[in-house]
């Protein structure tokens, strides 16, 4: 069969790998499926083409991803500022419900007119406060305040705590040691 140089050209398509090591390895590859580079690019090439007409039109093109990637990153950049944002509202949220909880044991026995004034109503005490203490045996007050998230510059959260363990220690639930606080039940 003798083909024309026309024929020759018009069938040739000429391909640069970004680099010689990349040649070598597709040689290589080549070599190892015992067939020629020309053969193993068109199998290749062949093989991609039916995968992308199987998927028909779900094969998004090198543009197309990077655009998608793109939108997808923009999309993260969001969800992350709104996600900080949202932690910080919690963490608003959370310091203003403890104060909220501490407030009954901050207002306790005052003189009003002479005369001691006695705390009325209902006292929640802190569940955490409570669980801390059973499981801990002992624990002391700087251990307390970290455990519950409280700094000591929330001088008022540290009194309400400060507080409970005392009623606490009045109904004989809890005891001072030289270590700490001790849950007697």
Same mark, same amino acid.
């Given at each position: 069969?003798?083909?024309?140089? #026309?024929?020759l050209t018009?069938?040739a398509?000429?391909?640069?790998l970004?680099?010689v ?7 290589s590859?080549?070599d190892?499926?015992s ?6 690019v ?9 995968q ?5 039109g779900?094969?998004?093109s ?12 923009e999309?993260?950049v969001?969800?992350? #500022?709104?996600?900080?944002m949202?932690?910080?509202?919690a963490?608003?949220?959370?310091k203003?419900?403890?104060?909220y909880?501490?407030?009954?044991f ?5 003189e009003?007119?002479?005369r001691t004034k006695?705390f009325?109503g209902?006292r929640?005490y ?7 203490l ?13 455990e ?10 540290v ?6 363990l ?20």
């Amino acid at each position: 069969m003798v083909l024309k140089n #026309n024929q020759l050209t018009d069938r040739a398509i000429y391909v640069y790998l970004p680099t010689v090591d990349m040649a070598d390895e597709w040689k290589s590859k080549a070599d190892k499926a015992s067939l020629s580079v020309s053969k193993f690019v068109i199998e290749h090439v062949e093989n991609s083409l039916k995968q992308e007409d199987e998927r028909k039109g779900s094969f998004a093109s090198r543009a197309e991803l990077l655009k998608h990637l793109e939108e997808k990153e923009e999309e993260n950049v969001s969800l992350k #500022n709104e996600n900080r944002m949202l932690k910080m509202l919690a963490d608003n949220f959370d310091k203003e419900l403890k104060k909220y909880r501490a407030r009954p044991f901050l207002e306790y026995d005052t003189e009003h007119k002479g005369r001691t004034k006695k705390f009325q109503g209902i006292r929640e005490y802190d569940k955490e406060l409570i669980q801390l203490l059973k499981e801990q045996g002992t624990i002391d007050s700087d251990r307390i305040l970290k455990e519950l998230g409280i700094r000591p510059k929330d001088t008022d959260l540290v009194k309400a705590i400060s507080r409970q363990l005392e009623l606490l220690q009045e109904y004989r639930l809890v005891a001072p040691t030289v270590r700490g606080w001790r849950w007697v039940e």
